[in-house]
């Protein structure tokens, strides 16, 4: 079983669309957690930290439930320009300072 | 924010020769560095930690030996795929953690990556 699960997709939605996308983890001595984006053949960019309480950061919504071991992000007013793959990353914060990543759900919004 | 470059940004080379990857931070000190590989339609995957002045520590199924790593200043890391052959065929990218020096925080910044073709 991976560390990090996450929906590959495609997620395919208009301009315009809400989109969620979920993310589970198994190591429950995980302490940090983050959504990362990543463009083709780019390098995966921070998109946002995520926190207990859960944030928000302009349509980009993220939450997480450390009981069910769950992380998700919420795309309201998707763009043409976040289409993308979703990375969900998970830091163990041992002295290791490992970032474990998902294998990343992708994201098409059509006009 | 940190910047992490990475030299070269593609490189094709013939099967049976080493090339070397280079990895700096630019404007902090990062006193661990980590290099990953990702294949086509795959996430990354962690390859191997790095720290100045010390040993690199490879993940499980890496060959330390054919992935050599040298981390000789806090600025700089070089990844060394020795004697490459079609399937080490990748995009390599390493990240910079700043340990909290330089106002940077505990963040891992990555750089660009080296898309590497062995032909």
């Known amino acids: 079983r991976k560390e990090v699960e996450q929906d590959p997709g495609p997620f395919n939605v208009p301009e315009g669309a809400t989109v969620a996308f979920n993310c589970t983890y198994s190591n429950s001595a995980s302490q940090s957690f983050f959504w990362y984006r990543q463009d083709c053949r780019k390098e995966p960019k921070l998109l946002m930290s995520v926190y207990s309480s859960g944030n928000e950061d302009g349509r980009f919504t993220a939450q997480l439930n450390r009981a069910s071991q769950y992380i998700s992000l919420l795309i309201r007013d998707s763009k043409l320009s976040d289409s993308a793959t979703y990375l969900c990353?998970?830091?163990?914060?041992?002295?290791?300072?490992?970032?474990?990543f998902g294998s990343g759900t992708r994201l098409l919004v059509r006009p | 924010g940190a910047v992490v470059s990475q030299h070269p940004s593609r490189v094709i080379c013939k099967s049976g020769t080493s090339v070397k990857i280079e990895c700096r931070s630019l404007?902090?000190?990062?006193?661990?560095m980590f290099w990953y590989r990702q294949f086509p339609k795959q996430s990354l995957m962690l390859m191997a930690t790095s720290n100045e002045g010390s040993k690199a520590t490879y993940e499980q199924g890496v060959e330390k030996d054919k992935f050599l790593i040298n981390h000789a200043s806090l600025t700089l890391s070089t990844l060394t795929v020795t004697s490459a052959h079609p399937e080490d065929s990748s995009f390599y990218i390493c990240?910079?953690?700043?340990?909290?020096?330089?106002?940077?925080?505990?963040?891992?910044?990555f750089g660009p990556g080296t898309r590497l073709t062995v032909l």
């Open positions: 404007d902090f000190q990062a006193t661990t």
């Open positions: 990240s910079a953690r700043s340990g909290g020096s330089g106002g940077k925080g505990d963040t891992q910044y």
């Open positions: 990353v998970v830091n163990r914060m041992d002295s290791s300072y490992k970032l474990i």
